[in-house]
Each structure stands twice: as C-alpha cells, then as structure tokens.
C-alpha cells in the first residue's frame, strides 16, 4: 500500500514540488549534496535513474558506514517520500545544475536536542554520558540509567562504591578500578575507570595477577559535586530521556 | 622494516617493507550507522610504544600491538552523535602521549585536541580550541556561540621536543559562511596554537583570519623550520590556510614573521599588511550570492607540501578556482550540519581552472618555479635529499621533479588518482619510494562542479614502491 501511494505520488507535480524545496533545505545544503543534484561531497544524483525503494531506504535509514546520515528521525515519512519523488524526477535532467540560489534556512527537523538544564549536567566535560549512554548519546560502558528506578537515581549518582566496579592488578605493579567486559580464551576486557572517559584494555590472563571487589573507587566527577538543584535537573533529564526523545 | 599503513573504514595493513608482503591486517568495527559528513575516510597511523594508533569514524582511538595487530586499548573519545565529528587524521606522538585531533568545523560542535597516554590509553590532557566562559577568549564569541563554533582539529600538529611544544592548526568557526551569530574574533579557529606537550596548556596562539566567513581553516601542516630572518637565526613555523595563504610565524612566541599567497585566484582579501592583518575583507552576504576565489576545496589542498633542506625551498601546490557563495541564517542543532550557506564551484574569471606545484622561498614566497597541471593536485609533495620533488595527480599519474628547476624526469601512470602521501624510506641501505594510488574524497566529489569528467575517474586502492635497480 505504501509503495503504491509512493508511486503515484511520483507523478505528482505538487508533490515533486514539494521535494525539491526540502532537498534544497536539507540535502544539497555545505558540503553534502549538490544544487539540483549536481556531483558534490555526494555523489551526482542528476541524471540517473534510481529504483525508490533504494532511495527511501538510504534517506530513511542512511547508508552504513558511510556519511549519508539517516532521516527517519528529521523527516516525517510524506517529506521522505516527496524527496524520493523530486531525486526521481531528475533522472532526466541533462546540463547543468541550476545555480547555487539563496534557500530559507532548512527546516527545523524533528527529534532534535531537547534543550533541557539536566542535558550538560550528564553530557557535557566528560561527565556521565563518557560512561553512560542515555538517548542515543553517551558510551555505553556503565549501567544502563535510564533503568535505574527514579527513587534510587540520586544515592546512584552520589554512590561512593559499587558493586560491579573491581581493582585489577597487572603484573607490572599496575593496579586501576575496572567494570570488567567480555573475556575470550586467553584475553579479558575491562573498562579502565582511573579517569573517565573509560579505556577499554584487552589484557592477556597471564599478564593479570588479581580482579578484586574495589573499595575505592567513587564517581568522581559526580560524588556531592552538584546543588540540590542540579541534582533535580540531573534526575528530571535522566528520566525524560529514557522515557523516550 | 615493517611499514604500517591505514585505507577507508579503518583498517590497518601491517606490509613488509622489502617485499610488500601483509604481516597482518586489522578491521576496527565501526557502527553501521556513521551518517556524519567526514566519512569513510582516514589519513594515516602513528607508531610508538610498540603499538599502532588509529583515530576512527566513530571518535575513538585505538592502541594496537606492532608486531600482532592484536588491539590493546581503545577509548571512545566522545560519542559520536555528540559530536557529529570523528578522527580522519594521523595521530601524533609527543613523549608519552599519542595526541588525537577531530574533524568537524561544518557541524554544531566545540573542537578540541586530545592526549591519551600510550601505555594505557588514559586521557592524558584536552585542549578545547574554544575557550569557555570565565577563559580568556571566550569574549570573542558573542552570545552562546562558543558551545556551537567548530574550531576542528583535522590534520597531524608538529611537536618540538627542544621548545616541549606541540602545534597544531584550527579549523574554521561554525556556521561556515554566516557569523552574525558568533559575533568577534572567534578563537581558536583559523589559529596555530602552541600547547604545552606535557599538560596541554595554551603557551601562545597566533591567528591568521579572525571572524572567518569563508571556511578558510588553517588546519593543514605545521612546517618547523630553523632559518635566518634578515640575518638573525630564527626558530619558525610555517602554515598555509585553505584561503590559499601561507602564514610563518616565530615558534618559540607565535610573533608574526610573513605571510604570502600560494594561488593566484584569490579575492577575499585583497593582501595581508606587515603585521600580519588582513587587508579587503569580501564578505559573502546573506541571500545574496557572492563570486569567492578560491572555492572552499582551497588554494591549496590539505595534503602537505615540503621544505627541502638541500635547496632551502618549499614545495607545494596551489589551485585555480571560484564560487558562487550565498550566506543564510541558520541555527545550529548539536552535533549535525552547520553551514550557513551553499555554494556552487566556477572557473575563475580571468583564466582557466587548474592546479600547480611551485618551489617558494618559505620566507619571502618568492616563486623558483611552477609545474602547471591540468587538475587540482591533490596528493601530498615529498623531498628527497637526492634533489627529487615527487607528487602525482588525479589522472593516475605519479612523477617526479627536479627540485631546482621543476623539470619532469619521471612518470608512472599508477591506474587510479593520486590523493595521498608519498614516502622515502630505506631497509638494509636501499631507498624506496611508496606512494598510494586510490581516487576519491570530498574535493574529489565537488571537483565534478567544475570537470564533470572527474566523476568517471577509475577508483582504486593500491600501493606502489619503487626502488633503483
């Protein structure tokens, strides 16, 4: 049913129209696409045939590995589908582009950074979001916050020990507080939590003498670090965060 | 005898050197999904401490053993959504530290540079190349436009172990093309600053274009340099702008010395004064479309040039070519595009596209010669002690000049454009050349603005060694 409602929604001039003026506001803006689809950081779209559901599928879902960012969280699906149908009206375009032309500033996107106080608290200088992930941003190296149950939230960010973080002694007489990872055949991962962010080492069995429950270690940028305000923010982000952006 | 080299997506050869056989190969795994502009590419490796160091697509760096491949740390310098950049550059190793740049300047982001301890990967030092409030710099920056202003940290910095200082260049302020909202000079960007290698400390900066509108990032090579200045030795450095402008300043106190054009094309200021200012600014307008030389690919390509010793010259290219610039507000949204404006590459008005490499006096630019090329000249100049400039183009082609007088002794067509770095190296006494061969890249894709024949050039990922019978 989509495919079909795409496909007739190609033929249409209103349609194409509209496409245009969104590719001119979110693709062929800097160094991505160029104007009317001409050869630019991107490749050339102008002239070329493109089956649709390619299309959608590389504006929706971006391209893997590679910098064609996806849109499905700043474009609505009718906005994809009008860009779909513009890209496949150029396939018969010949000459040149049309030239660079002054374009509104694009679009607001949709699902963009909720600006809330909490938001720097756990991102910004290496704080939480260096060992925590939370919406899509962060490393994921430490729990998982956003199911940390709101009642527990604050005694989590002030707790001075853990339970899961232990002390690893090399041989070399290096010792560091570590969350440990996955351990395969002759070698153990473990986050190294000396200083955030964490360092992921993959250490040898033999060269490690000891993993010990730690007794030291705290987090360090977050133990009575923040006002009962910031705390309050802090806890009011975590939550709306996970709640879902 | 091992040569360790890097290609897109992040991978490691580790090749012998003699007979080009893989020791072995390693594949970081980056996330399916990197959707940030500065991909898929990487420029280069750094070895030291018996391991391999490699920046990736997805901010993070990684440690690996030498002689195995094997990865012995990686940290994730800052998530990448966070960000919206990544490391394409080689990394630079200063004492103990392996130091890290990130792309970015086309984004909403803050740009930084980052020292990681060899041994165990722990974040030594960063400098933020934006100051934050309460800093001395951040008034340079209206508003809250430093949280947003770029300054990215792109290429390899330089380290003089004698000063104990590292160098690097900072890239352009973000949005690229529209400053109304980040009102001031803006630093660090379009800078060299000169950090304290042990503890990342600003020690000086000089700036080449304060309040950039045009892109121009001054974060090619830093080019260290001991020479006499009207008589009097000179500790140096020497760095050429995408604006197409080489600056050369005092190391030791970032003191302006000279500064001189590498294109010819070149309209957004009409000269620099004897104190290093800017002269003519042409500023792109909002809604209105501006013709702006060069375009943003550069007067000059980032690939580095070379300074000669033996003939006291430095070698390095430039390029012909304009564009139509339209400035337009825009807000910025952490970690994605940051613009401010579109663009549309043109010929210059009064002659033909094309690219060169010339020979200059690094203090007064004084030309000695110039080898003219159809094509921008992408790849990176390498001197040889044997008087021999090499380069190669994006027709395939990878040759070799007289230092002194630019005359073309040697050809070899390696089947795909050039767009990387040539090295001199010798094992058990004998002198190889290496150069890459493989086409692409962002300046490759706008060049088909201009050349639209460009589009059809072969790809490829090749390495080719040349020795003397």
């Known amino acids: 049913m989509i495919w079909l409602a795409l496909f007739f929604a190609a033929a249409d001039p209103a349609v194409v129209a509209r496409g245009d003026k969104l590719f001119a506001q979110n693709c062929s803006i800097g160094y991505c696409h160029g104007a009317g689809g001409a050869a630019a ?92 992930s939370l919406g899509g941003r962060g490393t994921a190296v430490g729990p998982d916050v956003g199911k940390v149950a709101k009642a527990d939230l604050a005694a989590a960010i002030n707790a001075t020990r853990s339970r899961l973080v232990r002390t690893v002694k090399l041989k070399d007489g290096e010792t560091f507080p570590a969350l440990m990872g996955k351990e395969d055949g002759a070698y153990v991962e473990a986050f190294d939590l000396t200083a955030p962010p964490p360092v992921k080492r993959t250490l040898e069995r033999a060269e490690i003498v000891s993993v010990t429950p730690a007794s030291t270690w705290s987090h360090q940028a977050a133990a009575g670090a923040y006002t009962p305000e910031q705390m309050a923010d802090l806890i009011a982000y975590i939550r709306f965060a996970a709640a879902g952006e | 005898g091992v040569m360790y080299l890097s290609t897109s997506g992040n991978r490691v050869h580790a090749i012998d050197a003699e007979t080009g056989k893989p020791i072995w190969q390693y594949a970081y795994q980056n996330p399916r999904e990197i959707g940030v502009i500065y991909s898929p590419w990487n420029r280069g490796v750094a070895v030291g401490a018996g391991r391999v160091f490699m920046g990736t697509l997805d901010n993070s760096v990684v440690a690996l053993d030498q002689k195995t491949g094997r990865e012995l740390w990686k940290i994730n310098v800052e998530s990448l959504q966070q960000c919206g950049c990544n490391i394409t550059g080689a990394p630079l190793i200063a004492k103990d530290n392996v130091i890290v740049g990130v792309t970015g300047g086309d984004s909403a982001h803050r740009g930084y540079i980052t020292a990681f301890n060899m041994k165990t990967g722990r974040q030594a030092w960063r400098f933020w190349t934006i100051p934050g409030p309460g800093e001395k710099g951040n008034e340079t920056w209206s508003g809250e436009s430093w949280k947003y202003g770029g300054g990215a940290t792109w290429m390899t910095g330089s380290f003089d172990p004698q000063l104990n200082m590292v160098y690097w260049g900072v890239g352009n302020p973000a949005a690229d093309f529209y400053g109304d909202s980040r009102k001031g000079d803006n630093l660090y960007t379009d800078s060299v600053v000169a950090l304290d290698a042990d503890t990342g400390k600003l020690k000086w900066h000089h700036q080449q274009i304060p309040h950039d509108v045009w892109d121009w990032d001054t974060a090619y090579e830093c080019v260290l340099l001991d020479l006499p200045v009207n008589g009097k030795p000179r500790k140096l450095l020497l760095n050429v702008n995408k604006g197409g402008y080489t600056f050369v300043v005092d190391r030791t106190n970032g003191e302006f010395v000279a500064a001189w054009p590498v294109a010819r094309n070149i309209n957004w200021i009409t000269g620099v004064d004897a104190k290093g200012n800017l002269l003519g600014r042409n500023e792109p307008k909002v809604g209105q479309t501006t013709m702006v030389c060069p375009s943003i690919g550069g007067g000059r390509s980032w690939n580095q040039g070379a300074y000669s010793p033996k003939t006291g010259w430095f070698y390095t290219t430039g390029i012909e070519w304009c564009q139509d610039v339209t400035a337009q507000k825009e807000e910025p949204k952490e970690g994605k595009e940051f613009f401010g404006g579109v663009f549309k590459l043109r010929p210059p008005p009064d002659g033909k596209p094309g690219g060169h490499l010339d020979a200059y006096d690094p203090i007064s630019g004084k030309k000695h010669w110039t080898y003219e090329s159809k094509y921008p000249l992408l790849a990176s100049v390498l001197a040889t002690a044997g008087d021999l400039i090499f380069t190669g183009d994006p027709e395939g082609n990878f040759f070799a000049l007289d230092a002194k007088t630019g005359a073309k002794l040697w050809n070899f067509q390696t089947g795909s454009g050039n767009r990387g770095s040539a090295i001199s190296y010798s094992v058990k006494g004998k002198q190889y050349i290496a150069t890459p061969s493989g086409w692409g890249s962002a300046v490759a894709g706008i060049m088909g603005q201009i050349w639209p024949e460009v589009e059809t050039f072969r790809n490829g990922s090749t390495l080719f060694v040349f020795a003397l019978p």
């Open chain 1, 41 to 132: 950081r991107g490749p050339r779209l102008r002239g070329r045939a493109f089956d649709a559901s390619y299309l959608r599928s590389a504006i929706h879902d971006g391209i893997p590995k590679s910098a064609m960012p996806a849109f499905k969280e700043r474009m609505k699906q009718d906005e994809i589908a009008a860009v779909v149908a513009y890209v496949q009206s150029l396939a018969g375009a010949t000459g040149e582009a049309p030239a660079t032309v002054p374009v509104s500033q694009p679009a607001p996107l949709t699902g963009s950074t909720p600006v809330k106080p909490g938001y720097a608290l756990f991102f910004e200088n290496n704080r939480c979001g260096s060992c925590h």
